[in-house]
């Protein structure tokens, strides 16, 4: 095992977070989509814990009551949902993170390689889903009643990460909420459209759901 | 048609609350939007008799929907829409006085047009219930449509070839106008779902046809949605927590 040199409590922190992620991923594809597993995810999910530390700087911090219920709620029970929450959502919500802690001035140097590290693991995660769904699902309408059902209750939890995010992320990393959600929001649609789904129910479901509605 | 040959629907108590406060915003905010384009009609004298015409559609609009509220025992709630308005018309103000026509066409030719077809049209599926309000609606729609398309016009004329330009001026005159009329969006969405409409596919419209008229004027689409829900996120976020979008507090 390398020597990590030790990092602060905030990019312990954002590890820690993301490497909660990275876990539920493993197991998900594990369970139910085996062809998104690969070696080198799985060399980067290690390394990643090895960055975090102790978890215990998650479940004290104030993002960690709302991971463990998002990261409940994002369990999937099948092929098809685990495609739509893990393979479609999580992985881009992952990444555009890793992007942004990639391009972070308050990361440190080690921080900012192995987030793009990440950024192309999830990308090349990504860039397999959409040939998958398709033969799981086929026709953009009943791709899209499935991605609705499958991610409703995942987007509505989505909003109570907010403040956890500001508070712990904003100022110190220039990660915060709205900017997430927006990059988060505007390449997620992209790929629903891309599979054929309707923009403009895509995007009333998106409002409702954030809305809470 | 007289007052006594409509039959009005029964409503209850909620539904009349709502529809006051909507149909408020709708009249005064018609009043609103001509009260801009006069204003605009200042500025370019090469486009004063057009942007005076657009003025006096927006003054029909409020005549007509102040004509449906009478027929249908509606009142249109003036204090509700004066709360809503208010930051609206200090932003037409600052723009005026700064003589900046490009940031009033993108406030009243995008952001609050888009407001504006975002709810008339829904609301024709439910107009049957308000005697007399489809035709004006359904006329109101086409006409902010034909406003909207000759104010898309203007700016791809404007910006051909120097899109950035255009980029930096939405971005100077979104955060504001966005956080304003998309405020308000979020404001009357509980409002919305008690007419029978939906909120959140009003919501969502808006987005999208803001997000189309980025577009069309040239900001590539995924850059447009990507800008329209960074604006839209600290609104929805309010919403969804119960605080007010805006400075002033909604009853």
């Given at each position: 095992m390398s020597v990590i040199e030790p990092i602060d409590r905030v990019e312990a922190l954002l590890w820690s977070t993301l490497c909660a992620f990275e876990d539920l991923a493993q197991r998900q594809y594990r369970a139910h989509v085996p062809e998104l597993l690969s070696d080198a995810k799985a060399r980067f999910v290690e390394r990643v814990a090895e960055r975090a530390g102790s978890s215990a700087i998650l479940s004290e911090s104030s993002v960690g009551g709302p991971i463990g219920r998002l990261l409940a709620r994002a369990t999937a029970e099948d092929r098809a949902a685990t495609l739509n929450i893990q393979g479609l959502m999580l992985e881009r919500l992952g990444l555009v993170i890793y992007q942004m802690a990639a391009e972070s001035d308050g990361m440190s140097e080690e921080g900012r390689a192995l987030a793009s590290e990440g950024a192309e693991a999830c990308q090349q995660v990504l860039d397999r889903v959409p040939s998958l769904l398709k033969a799981e699902i086929s026709g953009g309408d009943a791709r899209l009643s499935a991605f609705e059902r499958s991610t409703s209750a995942v987007i509505q939890d989505l909003d109570a990460l907010g403040e956890g995010v500001d508070r712990e992320f904003s100022e110190p990393l220039d990660i915060n909420y709205a900017d997430v959600m927006g990059e988060f929001a505007g390449e997620l649609l992209e790929d629903c459209v891309g599979l054929g789904m309707e923009r403009r129910r895509l995007v009333v479901f998106l409002t409702g759901q954030l809305m809470g509605l | 048609m007289t007052v006594s040959e409509i039959n009005v629907l029964p409503r209850s108590k909620e539904e009349q609350y709502s529809i006051n406060k909507l149909m408020g915003l709708a009249v005064f905010g018609e009043i609103t939007a001509a009260r801009t384009y006069n204003l605009m009609a200042q500025l370019k004298p090469d486009y004063t008799a057009l942007l005076k015409k657009f003025a006096k559609m927006e003054g029909q609009h409020a005549a007509w929907f102040l004509s449906a509220c009478r027929k249908n025992d509606v009142e249109p709630d003036r204090a509700f829409a004066d709360n809503e308005l208010g930051y609206l018309i200090s932003q037409v103000d600052a723009h005026f006085e700064a003589g900046d026509f490009d940031a009033l066409a993108v406030v009243q030719g995008f952001i609050v047009e888009s407001l504006a077809i975002a709810t008339y049209g829904p609301f024709l599926s439910i107009a049957h219930k308000y005697p007399g309000t489809q035709q004006a609606f359904q006329k109101a729609l086409d006409e902010e449509h034909y406003h909207v398309e000759w104010i898309k016009r203007y700016f791809y004329l404007r910006f051909y070839d120097c899109e950035d330009e255009f980029v930096a001026l939405t971005d100077r005159v979104n955060v504001q106008g966005v956080d304003c009329i998309g405020g308000t969006m979020m404001n009357i969405a509980r409002?919305?779902?008690?007419?029978?409409?939906?909120?959140?596919?009003?919501?969502?419209?808006?987005?999208?046809?803001?997000?189309?008229?980025?577009?069309?004027?040239?900001?590539?689409?995924?850059?447009?949605?990507?800008?329209?829900?960074?604006?839209?996120?600290?609104?929805?976020?309010?919403?969804?927590?119960?605080?007010?979008?805006?400075?002033?507090?909604?009853?």
């Open positions: - | 409002l919305l779902d008690t007419i029978g409409m939906s909120g959140a596919d009003c919501a969502g419209r808006m987005m999208e046809n803001y997000t189309g008229l980025l577009r069309d004027v040239g900001i590539e689409q995924k850059a447009a949605t990507k800008n329209v829900v960074r604006l839209f996120m600290p609104l929805i976020r309010k919403y969804r927590h119960g605080e007010s979008t805006k400075a002033s507090a909604v009853a």
